[in-house]
């Protein structure tokens, strides 16, 4: 397990865009699936999209699609999330973790989430 730590977060009008990044370090990177999830305050933590090792499958809750984007640089260890047409709904601490399986696709394999970036969308 290798530490995890999300930066990008902030506030935001209802319609915008964020990206957040991920940086993991400690890890061998490539050979780990990322995921990105999410919790609003009083809410369970709810996952939000995950990339399998090679980028080349992607998997997301139902709400983003078509709006939230996940990538990965393995080369830079790092895994983004492109959020474009926020909605105050996707309020949350945004927060990444890592699947020792590869494949992304198990939310029970995800484990070590960072400590999360802060997103705040109003209308």
């Known amino acids: 397990q290798g530490q995890l730590s999300e930066f990008g977060g902030g506030s935001v009008q209802a319609g915008g865009s964020l990206r957040l990044s991920c940086v993991a370090s400690g890890l061998t990177f490539s050979r780990y699936a990322m995921g990105w999830f999410r919790q609003a305050p009083g809410k369970e933590r709810e996952f939000v999209a995950s990339i399998n090792r090679s980028g080349t499958k992607t998997y997301y809750i139902e709400s983003v699609k078509g709006r939230f984007t996940i990538s990965r640089d393995n080369a830079k260890n790092t895994v983004y999330l492109q959020m474009n047409g926020l909605e105050p709904e996707d309020t949350a601490v945004y927060s990444c973790?890592?699947?020792?399986?590869?494949?992304?696709?198990?939310?029970?394999?995800?484990?070590?989430w960072g400590q999360g970036t802060q997103v705040t969308v109003f209308s």
């Open positions: 973790a890592e699947d020792s399986t590869g494949t992304g696709r198990e939310l029970g394999q995800f484990a070590s």
